[in-house]
């Protein structure tokens, strides 16, 4: 697999040919849990600006149609950019075989797992950028950062101590794609359980994504190279992490009403860390016609 990927790197991508007119956004929604914000605050605005860009036709598979079956279709088109948001599988806790064996794949409307073989059946990546909002869509990492910060035994607390027992890896999905005969350029992913509190601001309901947005419509498609499309994202950790330290004086203090939002300030930096690139970070998706540079061949 790595052998694909550096070849495919080396030679420019030559023959990796998916197509920059075309876009996929999948996205679930079991009413009531993450899935529902993934939804409204990240993929649901993605194909908003897509589709009202007169040179790109996206699919949107959501609700009955969020299935892997419908993205294996949609697949086939060729797309040069892959979003989607779901439940990254992190079960069953306490057998570490079968959790590393599934980590982190795209659980669909259905409640069935990505089959990578199945996927890869009926799709070769040809050079697209993948991105996942979900549960350890890129892979898990030992040394949990998120422990000291939940209630012990609570749910969430399991699963990130859980998923710490296996070793730091990459997680099949990407592993598959970025190794396949075409492979993928880049696959962006969370390397732990991610949460709903880092998807909205807590006293104003306002969504926190538009940087990835941003980085996927208004950088990506320029076509900037995919780790700097990503640049604001990753500085705004150094956002969270200031008031954190400021609102952590106050508790310091004697002042404990800011307890919750120093909590909030302090998993939300820790959670967009956790979200990682794998592959080439100078990659490029392929330009659409209008950004593409002139042939001075002649």
């Known amino acids: 697999g790595l052998t694909n990927y550096l070849s495919a790197l080396m030679d420019g991508w030559t023959g990796k040919d998916a197509d ?38 996206v699919d949107y598979l ?47 409307q259905n409640h069935q797992i990505t089959n990578t073989q199945n996927l890869l059946a009926a799709w070769q990546p040809c050079g697209a950028v993948w991105y996942a909002h979900a549960c350890c869509s890129a892979g898990s990492r030992s040394d949990t950062r998120f422990a ?91 956002f969270f992490t200031t008031q954190w330290a400021m609102l952590k004086d106050e508790i310091d203090g004697g002042d404990e009403s800011v307890r919750d939002a120093v909590l909030r300030m302090r998993l939300t930096a820790l959670d967009r860390q956790s979200m990682v690139l794998l592959g080439d970070p100078t990659a490029t998706r392929p330009a659409l016609h209008s950004k593409a540079l002139p042939d001075c061949s002649d």
């Open 20 to 57: 920059p007119s075309r876009a996929v956004v999948w996205t679930t929604d079991f009413a009531g849990d993450i899935t529902r914000d993934m939804r409204s605050t990240i993929t649901h605005p993605i194909y908003e600006v897509l589709k009202d860009d007169n040179e790109i036709e």
């Open 62 to 108: 959501h609700d009955a149609t969020a299935t892997h079956g419908r993205l294996e279709t949609a697949l086939t088109n060729k797309p040069a950019v892959v979003v989607t948001s779901s439940h990254g599988m992190t079960g069953p806790l306490g057998d570490d075989d079968a959790m590393a064996h599934d980590l982190g794949l795209l659980v669909d």
């Open 148 to 238: 000291d910060l939940l209630v012990e035994d609570s749910v969430a607390w399991k699963i990130v101590t859980g998923v710490s027992k296996l070793a730091s890896q990459t997680a099949p999905l990407p592993k598959a794609l970025l190794g396949a005969p075409k492979p993928l350029r880049a696959f962006i992913g969370q390397v732990e359980p991610t949460f709903d509190w880092t998807l909205r601001d807590a006293a104003t309901s306002q969504r926190l994504t538009g940087d990835i947005q941003q980085s996927l419509y208004n950088r990506l498609m320029q076509p900037w190279p995919v780790g700097y499309a990503f640049e604001d994202y990753y500085e705004s950790v150094g």
